[in-house]
């Protein structure tokens, strides 16, 4: 026996609020967050049933519509804004739908024309719950369910003009039982957007918010929610990663030192003056062809560049597990994740014989298939091309809707978004976190033990 969509709304409402009040992440006294839309208002219920049985008391609510104020005054739930004392600017929790859950969790909100109100909110609540029926979970975004796009009226032609130079068909909402546009509770119109072909959503993001007379628009990726979505079947899943995707050097390995070596020993057979290891940090990332002609004065433009990098590449081949060790924690990650049957691989700049020598090294919970290195003859180019990614993908058996990069570095950032994947930055690597943080990181992990807390684990 199947249940309908509208019962899936309520399952996945009812159980999300009941499981995080078991968890103790929806508590007494807590600051809460409360969406808008048909999914939203069944959790906005039973929040209302549990103040009512007793389980929660003193509950601050801030509500992301109209249409939730009312629903919280009409059961009783006390109603703040974001700028009051008693919130402070800062939520523990907000709770809402979404109209499409796409990899890694990445939404597409806004079906309501709340989005404005929905983002403040939740992009300033220190975890975000996302409750669906099973037909919003799709695999790419930008085809199926319309943007929205919240602009000002007087920008409404050059924002739908910058809009359609970004490849989207934007067209101006119009209201229902109302002559004339939808209006949102902040007295501005939506655009819906379709494109003809699936959009990197973080990267749109961006660009979309970037438009001057754009208030904002209905990607969230700035943060990973935990979604619970529920089947027609009726169970109740919520949706975790199958998989995750490692960067190698400055992530699971601090290689820095052998680099550092090697790359000094090169520089000094051909009279070159010798960096420092925080210069040679800053150097590596994106292989030793790279590396090199930020080591040499005027870099590749110098004759002498083919020969250090040959010699750097035969003096590393022999010098690169001297000093190089998995950083504290890494391996108890790594352990802990096998334990909870995530599959892991290791995608590497490196080249795939030395990948593969370290990964059998260090990591014997990696299968040796999955740890991938740069390969050109087998047509994997190094990174931020995805190739790698891909080729780990396919050795491990799975979706990259069910997977996530780990990396320290922009170029690992890149790297995940060419592949479609959400990406968590570490700061104990090669970058600090306020580097990750000027490059537009969307999360950022100061330990290893910090990766299993997150949402999806």
């Not at 809402?96 to 300033?124: F, Q, V």
């Not at 290689?255 to 940090?281: F, K, M």
């Not at 298939?369 to 740069?374: D, F």
Request: charged share 25%; with cysteine.
């Amino acid at each position: 026996m199947s249940i309908s969509k509208d019962e899936q709304k309520v399952l996945a409402a009812r159980t999300a609020v009941d499981t995080l009040i078991n968890e103790g992440k929806i508590f007494s006294g807590m600051k809460i967050g409360l969406g808008t839309g048909s999914t939203a208002m069944p959790a906005v219920k039973r929040v209302a049933e549990r103040i009512a049985d007793g389980t929660l008391k003193d509950i601050k609510a801030v509500a992301t519509s109209f249409q939730t104020s009312l629903a919280c005054e009409e059961y009783g739930i006390p109603v703040y804004t974001l700028n009051d004392k008693a919130i402070g600017g800062r939520l523990d929790l907000a709770i809402d739908g979404a109209d499409e859950i796409g990899p890694g969790n990445s939404l597409i909100k806004g079906g309501g024309a709340a989005l404005l109100r929905e983002k403040i909110t939740e992009y300033n609540a220190d975890t975000l719950i996302i409750v669906a029926d099973e037909s919003k979970v799709v695999k790419s975004h930008g085809t199926g369910f319309a943007l929205p796009v919240e602009v000002i009226p007087e920008a409404r032609l050059p924002v739908t003009q910058a809009l359609k130079q970004l490849g989207a068909r934007p067209r101006l909402r119009e209201g229902v039982r109302k002559a004339g546009p939808v209006i949102t509770d902040n007295g501005n119109m939506i655009l819906d957007c379709l494109w003809e072909k699936p959009v990197n959503p973080a990267e749109m993001e961006d660009k979309i918010d970037a438009i001057t007379g754009v208030v904002e628009c209905g990607f969230f990726t700035k943060v990973r929610p935990r979604a619970f979505v529920a089947h027609s079947d009726g169970s109740v899943e919520e949706k975790k990663f199958k998989a995750v995707i490692f960067d190698l050097d400055g992530t699971l390995l601090d290689t820095l030192e052998d680099l550092t070596d090697s790359c000094n020993q090169a520089l000094g057979q051909l009279g070159y003056p010798e960096h420092t290891i925080d210069e040679v940090r800053q150097f590596v990332g994106n292989g030793l062809g790279v590396m090199m002609e930020k080591a040499l004065p005027d870099g590749k433009a110098n004759p002498d560049y083919n020969k250090a990098l040959d010699s750097m590449r035969e003096i590393y081949s022999h010098n690169y597990q001297n000093k190089t060790k998995a950083y504290s924690g890494v391996l108890d990650l790594i352990e802990k994740l096998k334990d909870r049957g995530v599959k892991m691989a290791i995608v590497s700049n490196k080249p795939d014989v030395q990948v593969k020598e370290l990964a059998a090294l260090y990591f014997k919970s990696i299968p040796q298939e999955a740890a991938i290195g740069e390969n050109e003859a087998a047509g994997i180019r190094r990174k931020p091309f995805p190739d790698s990614v891909y080729t780990a993908l396919k050795a491990l058996g799975e979706d990259k809707d069910n997977a996530v990069y780990i990396g320290d570095s922009d170029v690992d950032m890149a790297t995940a978004r060419n592949a479609g994947l959400p990406c968590i930055s570490v700061s104990w690597g090669f970058r600090t976190r306020e580097f990750l943080q000027e490059k537009g990181a969307a999360t950022i992990v100061n330990k290893p033990d910090e990766i299993p807390s997150l949402p999806g684990f």
